[in-house]
C-alpha cells in the first residue's frame, strides 16, 4: 500500500472523524474488533483456494484483502463505499481477476450468484437493522448455491441483556467513534442471518479488546505498536480522540465481545429474497 495516499476522513476535524479511520491515520492496520485472530479464524473456516469467486465488501485498509489475495483465490473483487478507500485498496491489487468496484454493500449492481465466498469485518455493526438485512440479502444475493459468506462483527453481551442497557451502550459506542455503531448480541446476529437463508456453520468469539497494548502487540508487531504509540505523543488532538474511545470500551468491557460467524447459503431458495430488490 503506498504510504502516498491520503487516509478517508483526513479532511474531517479531528473530533468528529470516523474512529476507525482516525485509528488507521496513526498507524494501525488491524481494525476489527476481534483482532487478527479472529479474522484467521473466519478465513480458515471460509477455506479459500484457487477456484474461489471472492467478493469482500468494505476492505478498509486492506490486511484481510491481503491474506485472502496471498491465498491466489480464482478472482477477488472488493466493493468499497469510499473513493479514497477505492484508491488504497487498488494500490495493492494486481491483475484482470482482481478488482474494487466503488459501491454501497447493500446494492452492489454486481451480477447475481457470481461468488463462491463473500465475507465483511467490521461494517455490519456500523449500520441500521434495516441496512444490516438489505447487506446480508445482498450477499446471499451474489453467492452461488452452497456458498460461503463470513462475518466478524461487534457482538453485545449476554444475550439476555436489558434493552435499555443495550441502547445505552450503542449510544456511548457512538458519540466516542462518530459513526453510528449498533452491535446486536449472539443470538440476535444468528437470527438475522438465518432469516436471510443461511446456515450457520461455524462460530466464535473474542473480547473487544482492540486498544490494550497486549492486542496492539499481537496484532501490529513491535514496530507497529511503536509507530502507534510516537503518533500518539506526536499528535495530541488524535491522543485524547483514541483515549476517549478507549475509556468507553473498557467502561463497557463486560458486554462488549467481537463474533465470527460462518454460514452456507441455502440449497432452496431464500423465501426473503425473490429479485435483487
Known amino acids: 500500500m503506498s504510504n502516498k495516499l491520503a487516509m478517508p476522513g483526513e479532511k474531517h476535524q479531528t473530533e468528529k472523524r470516523p474512529g476507525h479511520w482516525l485509528l488507521a491515520q496513526i498507524g494501525k492496520t488491524v481494525l476489527r474488533p476481534g483482532g ?24 478498509g485498509v486492506g490486511l484481510t484483502a491481503q491474506i485472502t489475495l496471498a491465498k491466489r483465490p480464482k478472482t477477488y473483487t472488493a466493493v468499497e463505499q469510499n473513493e479514497q478507500a477505492a484508491k488504497i485498496v487498488r494500490s495493492y491489487l494486481n491483475g484482470n481477476n482482481q478488482t474494487c468496484h466503488v459501491n454501497s454493500a447493500q446494492d452492489t449492481a454486481l451480477d447475481s450468484e457470481i461468488a463462491s465466498v463473500v465475507y465483511c469485518e467490521a461494517m455490519l455493526t456500523m449500520q441500521s437493522s434495516a441496512r444490516k438485512k438489505q447487506i446480508i440479502k445482498e450477499a446471499y444475493r451474489l ?16 444475550n439476555d441483556i436489558d434493552s435499555n442497557k443495550q441502547r445505552e451502550i450503542q449510544k456511548a459506542l457512538t458519540e466516542t467513534i462518530q ?86 447459503k441455502k440449497e432452496q431458495a431464500c423465501p426473503y429474497l425473490i429479485t435483487k430488490n
Not at 487478527?36 to 469482500?56: A, G, P, R
Open 143 to 158: 453467492l452461488k448455491t452452497n456458498g460461503r459468506f463470513g462475518i466478524h462483527e461487534m457482538c453485545i453481551t449476554p
Open 36 to 59: 487478527l485472530e479472529l479474522t484467521n479464524k473466519m478465513l480458515t473456516q471460509l477455506s479459500i483456494n484457487t477456484s474461489d469467486d471472492v467478493i469482500e465488501f468494505a476492505p
Open 179 to 264: 459513526h453510528p455503531a449498533k452491535p446486536l448480541t449472539l443470538n440476535e446476529w444468528k437470527l438475522l442471518i438465518q432469516e436471510c437463508g443461511f446456515e450457520i456453520e461455524y462460530e466464535a468469539m473474542a473480547p473487544m479488546h482492540l486498544l490494550e497494548p497486549s492486542r496492539l502487540l499481537q496484532d501490529e508487531g513491535l514496530n507497529g505498536f511503536l509507530k502507534i504509540i510516537k503518533n500518539l505523543i506526536l499528535k495530541p488532538d488524535i491522543r485524547k480522540r483514541v483515549l476517549k474511545m478507549k475509556s468507553v470500551f473498557r467502561e463497557h468491557s463486560h458486554n462488549l465481545a467481537a463474533i465470527t460467524l460462518v454460514v452456507k
